[in-house]
């Protein structure tokens, strides 16, 4: 990838390469000679070799002189959800850690809430594909070889639903009879663990599993999201003394089973800080994980509230992807969420940038709609511009381009990507984390139907437009899927409002639609969760 602008300087560095992981300088001490590379730490030199073997002839420099890279974050890692519902083939995980290196990320997070093959826990995993112990084994030993730490990531209070429904474990739920969640305003299942020994007992097990199979030093606990803690079993403590001291106690109580592993506990700290005054109580070794997903996330204010506390060069930010609850991937909003993200954690001294791709609702999106957010994130890792509008991320030649085509392998399919990317910038906006088109395409009509502000014919023939225009680019699989969903998509919104189609090509019946997921499904993704992601599809 390029690093930032201007990637060459000429003259003698002005002074000694930054001692930070990663950072490397790769000097030319007179006009044809070799370059050489310069680095505090065997992932730094790497960098710098991959850096110097893909500068291209024509941009070597004439001049004696120098390209100094250094990252804004110590940490700079990927969260990949295996639960809901993808967990990844060996192939593509093997790609994406190679891509990773690419890139220059350092840390790698597979969230697995069910999808990990505890020995002890059968019936929560038996049917979804699992990891396996000794494939995270393998896992490491790949991502050692690319200076990338593999990381255990689960979750032990809130986000539990999937243990929670089985008879072995449904006494521990805060709600049995299940609660109203407070986003879709509909019964569920219990989702979170109530605080007690009985739960903490679990825990221990969980975590005592799961870390067998790694060796990283650090774990990834969750706890964000009780959504339903003092609604149920905890009702009178929480009443008593506050949910937010209910929360920290056994928040505490977790991330003591992580230490006594030897492992630093990393947490989500959407909780502690919607009640403030608890970040200071929070033990001094543990590590918050700051999340945001949208533009305008106050992460300058949690920032700086948490650097406050002590934990300023201990704590992580997390933007995210934007390649959930989406067909085209929502790339405008990530460059956004990710520029305010950085700014805020470089100021406030973040350790680590985190880049959260979620797949919430069924994954739907395919593999390759996670490399735009993962250039973009890169550059924003180590100081380079990100796009700033979507005529500026589509724009012909831009260097998101060249770095995204390094790993499309096709300059087409990566133009294709970008432009769909812009594809949400020209539609009505459901909801934070969420995409018109997916929102139309698996939703039930009644809710949206009555609801959607309506699109005129022009702007959905724009729409249209966007979607041929890529299709020509590239005959890549999987922005081919995106396409004929997204069609699917306005096709379905045409039909609800009794509109004619602004089609210009015929799309695909609604069961060769499925047909079409169900078989790319399986070329990238094991084949647990693939029926529950296609369930989620409306007639």
Not at 103 to 108: C, H, I, V
Not at 181 to 188: E, K, L
Request: some cysteine.
């Amino acid at each position: 990838m390029s690093a930032p602008d201007p990637p060459f300087t000429a003259g003698p560095p002005e002074g000694p390469l930054p001692a930070l992981p990663g950072a490397f300088r790769v000097r030319w001490r007179q006009s044809g000679a070799a370059p050489v590379v310069e680095a505090h730490d065997p992932a730094g030199r790497a960098y710098g070799e991959d850096w110097a073997a893909r500068l291209p002839v024509a941009e070597r420099p004439g001049v004696p002189g120098y390209h100094q890279a250094v990252p804004r974050f110590a940490e700079r890692g990927l969260l990949l959800d295996c639960s809901r519902n993808r967990v990844p083939r060996r192939e593509s995980l093997t790609r994406l850690i190679a891509d990773l290196r690419r890139l220059r990320y350092n840390r790698l997070l597979l969230y697995t809430e069910h999808t990990y093959a505890y020995p002890s826990h059968r019936e929560v995993w038996e049917g979804h594909s699992p990891l396996q112990p000794a494939e995270i084994r393998e896992l490491e030993e790949e991502c050692r070889a690319h200076h990338i730490e593999l990381v255990p990531c689960t979750n032990t209070f809130g986000h539990m639903e999937r243990w929670l429904r089985h008879d072995r474990y449904h006494a521990l739920a805060e709600s049995p009879g299940g609660f109203v969640h407070p986003h879709t305003g509909r019964p569920t299942g219990s989702s979170t663990l109530r605080p007690g020994r009985e739960s903490l007992a679990l825990v221990e097990s969980l975590l005592g599993e799961l870390l067998a199979g790694f060796s990283a030093p650090a774990v990834h606990i969750g706890g964000d999201e009780p959504w339903e803690l003092g609604e149920g079993r905890s009702r009178e403590e929480v009443e008593r003394r506050g949910k937010a001291a209910v929360y920290l106690d056994f928040l505490r109580s977790i991330l003591s089973v992580a230490r006594a592993h030897g492992r630093t506990p990393l947490f989500w700290a959407d909780v502690v800080l919607s009640s403030p005054e608890t970040v200071a109580r929070l033990p001094a070794d543990c590590h918050p994980t700051l999340w945001g997903y949208e533009p305008g996330h106050p992460f300058e204010r949690e920032c700086a509230l948490v650097a406050a506390a002590g934990f300023a060069g201990n704590y992580t930010i997390v933007p995210g992807s934007g390649t959930w609850n989406s067909l085209t991937g929502r790339l405008v909003a990530c460059a956004a969420n990710l520029a305010e993200a950085t700014v805020a954690g470089e100021r406030h001294r973040a350790r680590g940038l985190l880049l959260a791709a979620w797949g919430d609702n069924g994954h739907h999106l395919p593999d390759l709609f996670l490399r735009p957010p993962l250039v973009l994130a890169a550059r924003a890792a180590w100081g380079a511009s990100l796009p700033n509008g979507p005529r500026d991320l589509a724009a012909p030649g831009a260097p998101w381009e060249r770095e995204l085509t390094g790993l499309t392998g096709h300059p087409g399919t990566s133009r294709a990507l970008l432009s769909l990317g812009t594809a949400d910038t020209l539609l009505p906006y459901p909801g934070p984390n969420r995409s018109w088109l997916h929102h139309v395409l698996f939703a039930p009509p009644g809710d949206w139907q009555a609801t959607e502000e309506a699109l005129s014919t022009e702007r959905r023939a724009e729409v249209r437009g966007l979607l041929g225009r890529a299709r020509e680019l590239s005959d890549h699989p999987d922005p081919r899927l995106a396409i004929a969903m997204a069609g699917a998509a306005l096709d379905r919104w045409e039909r609800g409002r009794g509109l004619q189609s602004t089609s210009l090509a015929p799309s695909l019946a609604d069961d060769a639609l499925r047909e079409h997921f169900r078989l790319h499904w399986l070329r990238q993704s094991r084949p647990g969760g693939l029926e529950d992601s296609l369930a989620r599809f409306c007639p």
